[in-house]
């Protein structure tokens, strides 16, 4: 099993998926759902204790809605960036950006509806109370940005695909339940940045990327104190403020590495990196290649060259940006 995680550090992209309306086999250790978070029983008319389905929608908007079985618990992996409305009874529950790797819990019996805004693939990981007794209350509406764990045990079983077996699969299954019930819950909520204050600060990282940009002088943008805009930020784009600085980095060296021919040493200095190295070293943490293998690989035109962005992370930002393509 370890060996298996270690293997998924590599940050490799995930492989596409056939569209959902294909359906699933029932021989596959990972059910392809042809409608959201729903799995078809086995012939005996039960499933198994933690059963991992995936859900694929190419679409830019949709909306779903369904209520958890009684005897399960069902967890949700991000497996690219998406906009997301989660919302149980009138009431939002979460709204703004999941970025790769959140992860998101639903206790038994509960309804929840979903309106997604953007393209959304996810694995969908369904657990029998049994594994999770003592945390009934605390993982209802459980929302987590990025949990490091649940992302790397998603890339283990997406790495392996339609080759996975079950007993693979419910290893992974038990790990993520042995996480849950041994993480530590977040005991506050914080509130979004408001959409205002928002739209400030990304101005202002759009317009200075190139520059050291420090978070006490994000935080005054916002009008807020460091603690309080950090917090509100990362519950607003997924993305702690450095982090988001980075990415807006990278997607503006993707322009230039697509449309001219400039060193990797000239365009590094000028999306604001000092030098070469710290540049590759970014851009292939959150792209998945190195600056130069990325321009032998889209400078023949496939890829659309896109201005950056001046709005939320791009669903293409994270570890697996292809993972629904």
Same mark, same amino acid.
């Given at each position: 099993?370890?060996? #298996?995680?270690?293997?998924?550090?590599?940050?490799?992209?995930?492989?596409?998926?056939?569209?959902?309306?294909?359906?699933?086999?029932?021989?596959?250790?990972?059910?392809?759902?042809?409608?959201?978070?729903?799995? *078809?029983?086995?012939?005996?008319?039960?499933?198994?204790?933690?059963?991992?389905? %995936?859900?694929?929608?190419? %679409?830019? +908007?949709?909306?779903?809605?369904?209520?958890?079985?009684?005897?399960?618990?069902?967890?949700?992996?991000?497996?690219?960036?998406?906009?997301?409305?989660?919302?149980?009874?009138?009431?939002?529950?979460?709204?703004? +950006?999941?970025?790769?790797?959140?992860?998101?819990? +639903?206790?038994?019996? @509960?309804?929840?509806?979903?309106?997604?805004?953007?393209?959304?693939?996810? /694995?969908?990981?369904?657990?029998?109370?049994?594994? /999770?007794?003592?945390?009934?209350? =605390? /993982?209802? *509406? $459980?929302? $987590?940005?990025?949990?490091?764990?649940?992302?790397?045990?998603? @890339?283990?079983?997406?790495?392996?695909?339609?080759?996975?077996?079950?007993?693979?699969?419910?290893?992974?299954?038990?790990?993520?339940?042995?996480?849950?019930?041994?993480?530590?819950?977040?005991?506050?909520?914080? #509130?979004?940045?408001?959409?205002?204050?928002? %739209?400030?600060?990304?101005?202002?990282?759009?317009?200075?990327?190139?520059?050291?940009?420090?978070?006490?002088?994000?935080? #005054?943008?916002?009008?807020?104190?460091?603690?309080?805009?950090?917090?509100?930020?990362?519950?607003?784009?997924?993305?702690?403020?450095?982090?988001? /600085?980075?990415?807006?980095?990278?997607?503006?060296?993707?322009?230039?590495?697509? +449309?001219?021919?400039?060193?990797?040493?000239?365009?590094? $200095?000028?999306?604001?990196?000092?030098?070469?190295?710290?540049?590759?070293?970014?851009? @292939? %943490?959150?792209? =998945?290649?190195?600056?130069?293998?990325?321009?032998?690989? #889209?400078?023949? =035109?496939? $890829?659309?060259?896109?201005?950056?962005?001046?709005?939320?992370?791009?669903?293409?930002?994270?570890?697996?940006?292809?993972?629904?393509?």
């Amino acid at each position: 099993m370890s060996s #298996n995680l270690h293997a998924a550090r590599a940050w490799i992209e995930f492989p596409a998926a056939p569209r959902d309306h294909e359906g699933h086999r029932p021989t596959q250790a990972i059910a392809r759902e042809s409608r959201w978070r729903q799995i *078809d029983r086995t012939q005996e008319g039960m499933i198994e204790e933690i059963t991992i389905s %995936r859900w694929d929608d190419p %679409r830019s +908007t949709s909306s779903h809605e369904t209520t958890t079985p009684d005897d399960r618990y069902f967890v949700g992996i991000a497996l690219k960036t998406t906009r997301a409305k989660l919302i149980r009874d009138g009431r939002i529950i979460f709204e703004g +950006t999941m970025p790769a790797g959140s992860l998101y819990v +639903t206790a038994p019996s @509960k309804p929840l509806g979903v309106q997604f805004q953007s393209p959304s693939a996810f /694995l969908h990981v369904h657990i029998s109370t049994d594994h /999770l007794p003592a945390h009934a209350d =605390g /993982l209802n *509406d $459980l929302v $987590l940005l990025r949990d490091p764990l649940a992302a790397e045990l998603a @890339k283990a079983l997406i790495e392996h695909g339609d080759a996975a077996d079950l007993q693979f699969t419910r290893c992974i299954g038990q790990t993520l339940a042995m996480h849950l019930t041994r993480m530590e819950l977040p005991r506050v909520k914080v #509130n979004a940045l408001p959409k205002w204050r928002l %739209r400030r600060v990304e101005q202002h990282i759009a317009d200075h990327f190139d520059r050291c940009i420090s978070l006490s002088e994000l935080a #005054n943008v916002a009008g807020l104190s460091r603690m309080h805009f950090a917090a509100q930020f990362r519950a607003a784009t997924g993305y702690r403020p450095r982090e988001y /600085l980075l990415t807006q980095r990278v997607e503006h060296a993707k322009t230039l590495l697509a +449309t001219t021919e400039r060193p990797l040493a000239d365009i590094a $200095l000028a999306v604001g990196f000092s030098t070469q190295a710290h540049f590759s070293t970014v851009f @292939k %943490r959150i792209s =998945g290649q190195s600056p130069a293998r990325w321009r032998l690989a #889209n400078v023949d =035109g496939q $890829l659309k060259v896109e201005a950056r962005p001046r709005r939320h992370a791009s669903p293409e930002r994270d570890w697996i940006a292809s993972a629904a393509a």
